[in-house]
């Protein structure tokens, strides 16, 4: 039942057991550590899962409340999880914020950095889109037009009636449709709408970048600046040196330091090496790209592999030789047995 082994996966299991969800969340997720804390003799639930490239739907039914504990392993892959109530509740704890997805609430937020889990409501019906990260990080990277990592501290509740609400919804409530029937499923349609999906959540939810939208759409780089960066796009390929970079831009290199800070929140050597790596993914998502990973990198002018691999995983999220296997639909080879992992203590209340 390893997720990895379909990436087209589509299963619907039951029972009566809280042994049995978690036997059956194990073989699909690939590693499910629980414990029952109190026995209950008629734990009904039902999972309907459904997965197709970056998104995943899961609908899952539990008779009664229950909580655990999150001890992601090191392999876990991030995503993001937008959570919609169809009867009852789900709460997410991280650090001393918590959140809860029910009354017309919906719930985002990041796998990794959740603490706690609430499940509430007998009866209870979630709806869980789980988004990969990366698309996130991707839609970060055009939107602030700079690499981002670590966490956007993001757990917010959502009203369903507010516009923000209404439109993360919508879009949720649309992908979820295509995955569950192939009749509609289409993969140019689904990545358009997932990209849309992110790029309003960017904009719309609060984060840690949220003030940097407001920046004025007046400050435009000014000319050295701009002859910069069309320098560095046109030798990206090329043993490129800042003193090459400020010579082409007809300032000093003082000069091209400061333009860069005050334009583009960053260093002209920073955004070169944004540039190369932006290039090296797109190159690394090309399933037709016969070029070997070491290849790709040297290509784009990260001469050393190790230092190349830690700044591609930090940016997004996972590491190149990840990205090649994932796009030829190999899984990666931390977690051959595993997409997604969550675990922990749970208990039943």
Not at 67 to 73: A, C, D, H, K, N
Not at 132 to 156: A, H
Not at 193 to 199: K, M, P, Y
Request: glycine residues 6%.
């Amino acid at each position: 039942m390893s997720q990895s082994s379909d990436p087209h996966l589509t299963f619907r299991r039951d029972g009566s057991t809280f042994d049995g969800m978690i036997e059956t969340l194990g073989a699909a997720f690939g590693e499910y550590r629980a414990e029952l804390v109190s026995q209950v003799d008629d734990f009904q639930w039902s999972l309907d899962f459904s997965t197709f490239d970056c998104a995943t739907v899961i609908r899952g039914f539990h008779r009664h409340e229950f909580q655990f504990q999150v001890q992601p392993t090191a392999s876990a892959v991030p995503h993001l999880s937008i959570v919609l109530p169809r009867n009852g509740g789900m709460g997410v704890a991280s650090g001393s914020r918590e959140a809860v997805a029910r009354d017309g609430k919906l719930l985002l937020y990041n796998n990794l950095e959740a603490e706690s889990v609430m499940m509430y409501g007998r009866s209870n019906i979630i709806d869980e889109l789980l988004l990969n990260w990366n698309v996130v990080l991707e839609t970060l990277d055009r939107t602030f037009e700079t690499p981002f990592s670590g966490s956007l501290d993001l757990l917010p509740e959502l009203e369903m009636s507010t516009p923000a609400g209404q439109m993360i919804g919508s879009l949720a409530e649309t992908i979820m449709q295509g995955l569950r029937d192939p009749s509609v499923r289409s993969p140019v349609a689904m990545a358009h709408v997932t990209q849309a999906l992110a790029d309003v959540i960017v904009r719309l939810v609060p984060h840690k970048l949220s003030h940097l939208l407001d920046r004025q759409p007046c400050m435009i780089a000014p000319k050295h600046v701009r002859r910069a960066i069309e320098f560095m796009e046109a030798n990206i390929s090329q043993p490129i040196r800042m003193p090459m970079v400020a010579e082409a831009a007809g300032v000093s290199i003082r000069a091209l330091q400061l333009g860069f800070r005050a334009f583009r929140e960053t260093t002209p050597a920073a955004y070169l090496a944004t540039l190369r790596l932006r290039a090296a993914r797109v190159d690394l998502l090309d399933p037709t790209n016969a070029n070997s990973t070491r290849e790709i990198c040297l290509k784009w002018g990260f001469f050393h592999f190790g230092r190349f691999s830690a700044m591609y995983k930090a940016t997004y999220g996972e590491g190149p030789s990840d990205t090649r296997r994932r796009i030829r639909g190999m899984p990666p080879r931390a977690c051959r047995q595993q997409k997604t992992v969550v675990g922990g203590w749970i208990s039943l209340t």
